[in-house]
């Protein structure tokens, strides 16, 4: 499986989302709460190519976006296979 990255930030209703998307299937993940880190967040913003909102969300090197974009390829029947395929 691959490795999946999400940057978060607390009381964000859309990270909880996503992390429980996740959770659900299964999908371990690492995450960087850039709460209070305007490193992490500079880093965040870097690798997204601008994204700036939260969460950020990447599986192996491919940056999949927010919350929204997880739930649809999820809807789409393609998140499996971007999980497998990435890793």
Known sequence: MAEVT???RKFCGFCTAAKRL?????????EHDATFSSQLR??????ARGGSTFPQI?????????????????????????????A
Not at 22 to 30: A, C, P, R
């Open 58 to 86: 990447f599986i192996g090197d491919v940056h999949v976006g927010g919350c929204d974009e997880l739930h649809a390829l999820e809807r789409g029947g393609k998140l499996d296979g971007l999980l497998q395929s990435a």
């Open 6 to 8: 999400i940057y978060t």
């Open 22 to 30: 996740l959770e659900k299937k299964g999908v371990s993940y690492t």
């Open 42 to 47: 500079q880093e965040m913003v870097q690798r």
